[in-house]
């Protein structure tokens, strides 16, 4: 038994889906004490209210703030290979086609991946994965989709699989089936897809458990409705559950197509229009932002505070990947959520833990504090929750814990 | 003395200033050494050109890349109070004069450095100094001017001044003797000036040795051009260099006067225009460039690639303060002026060094890698430049190295 004591303010709401308009109703305990028997949490009060039972073990919180460990449900964590070089072109002004010619783009991290083991990807994964958790992170998902051959991609998951047991970050793999057309299909894509929907692929997936979503990039220069929606009817009668990547730079009507296909979420939405939110919002799929995304491309952000006021359950991930959102740590994304999409600190904390945990159908257990929930808690060096995510980029975490025992705790130290 | 060997890249460039057109060309030197007597660099080559003398100290920099110790050049570091209740207000759309009637704004900062005693400016400032150096600044201007009366503008100076004694970044103290009208004198502006700009408080501050620069923010909100000029006059009879707050939200004119009075700096410059320019050109003023503060605010930012192609010499700095950037790593405010103001990682680098250290007049000795220049130096812990800035909000920092001596240097510990 573990008992947090001197926490200065817990913040507290209800399990998600929690709709758009409710999200930033979250209540605070002031002077308060959690109790954490086994892996969940058993009760938490004010002090005096939550007493520590004979030998169990204390977390003195110093008034520090507590929240829910963070969710973050879109990420491409798994990878080979840098592209800083692309991030400088781009600055410079380079096309998209001009940088995929001098070898940048996705084709980049697709080689870097093909000719990396699993282990390979493992090793390299590792410190990521680490910095994610002294940011806050404990619970993640992570998307195959740069091997695009069959063997490649299983090769992600695989390492997905091993990562899991090797780290303590909860990992939730999805099968990014169609995330771009490998140059060896180039003009077939039908072709491509025959392949990676095979049926051998799903029953060897589904044998060695390696994933419980699939993915797909709706995108004029990915896939288009009609693939994306085959690649979604695949999955499903396999047993996968669908999540899309929908009106990033195009609308072509993908956040529909999410919805029609009852998808857990729909991500990106930087286009969305009201027929897309409309469709999520009636289909019950949680609106996934990826703020960092668009603040690392330099490019217009989602319409999150419309979202949001339809009552759209709204989720907000880091989209980390190394070519167009090379940023680790959630909580700097929320502090991006707040200045760039205008969402208070209290939506956007329920944004990456309640909703979140929902666009990952980890809901019903993950995401927020209350009796019985995993107990997956962050111990911050701030009072409260709002000076956290208004102290951008500042370190925050002290102490991290992942099914009631502490697994991180960041600290810096200086000579002199 | 001191040799850093297996230097991945070496990033070198000439010292200050550097007018923009040349900010990018910088010069990499691969399998490095680099040797250093008492404060100074002493020389650097490629492997084997540069070998440990005896008894010398061996750092191995493990193939990362090694740059100079950040400079920033305009911040606001030392204060009490905290602002994120404001933070809040501004996301929900509450006005400037909404959140100053309900406490907020900078007359609130200005109550908490009043009540605050000279020794809590110093207490609460450590730790803030502590974390800006472990992300890599070495050097950083501190402004006053939350007092607001001559006691407490003189109170802040002596907490700058007692904290460059107390920890390893280098100080360099501002009087910012009009930043805002006190409550005290509302409507009374110029009796305020009056007050501020007394024979005996520029005498004072000389005495003691308290400031090198006077700042003033020259905007529709706080004081005109006139006033504005009035000010600089008063500080440059006294010996101190003028610097301006210019251009933030209002185009007064700001950077013209700012050329006029051939100011060291003219910072923010959010609506600078082409004479504003022109002026700062012709001047030979820096152009101080404030990402964080429009990130944080969610306005809109300088017009920097405009400044940088008209050749004018950029710095870019924190502007570290508790209502309009609460960001203490000038690291990550490279990356905003990598992705937001389209600098290059090399760009971004020279403004926030060897343009930096010109803004504080220091480009003699600091902000450049290169033989007797001042051993400030950072070990960063990816293999190069780009890298650093493109991986957004990672802790990169390895070592940092003060005047020749090991300073800070950060890890992060987990369990399990």
Sequence with gaps: MLIIENIGELVVYPPGPTPGRQMGNVSRLERASLLIQGQAIAKFGRKGEVSAPPGCTVLDAAGGCVVPGLVDCHTHAVFAGSREKEFVQRIEGRSYLEIAESGGGIRSTMRAVREASEEDLVRLALPRLRRMLESGTTTAEVK????????????????????????????????????TVP???????????????????????????LAEFCD???????FGVEQSRRVLEAAVRHGLRPRVHADQITQMGASQLAAELQAVSADHLETIDDAGIAALKAAGTIGVLLPACSFFLGVRQAPARRLIEANLPVAVATDVNPGSSMVESLALTLSVACTQLRLTPAEALVAATANAAAALDRHAYLGAIAPNMQA??????????EQWLYHIG??????????GRVVGESEQTVLE
């Design 144 to 179: 195959s989709g740069y091997g695009l051959t069959v063997d490649d991609e299983l090769k992600m998951l695989r390492a997905i699989k091993r990562l899991n047991t090797l780290q303590p970050i909860e990992l939730v793999a999805t099968y990014l089936a169609a995330h």
């Design 183 to 209: 140059p060896e299909f180039e003009g077939r894509a039908d072709a491509y897809l025959d392949t990676m929907l095979a049926d051998e692929v799903f029953e060897r997936i589904a044998e060695e458990g």
């Design 216 to 222: 797909v990039f709706c995108e004029r220069s990915a």
């Design 376 to 385: 997956d808690l962050l111990v911050l060096d701030v009072p409260n929750l």
């Design 394 to 403: 500042r370190p925050c975490v002290r102490t991290v814990i992942k099914r």
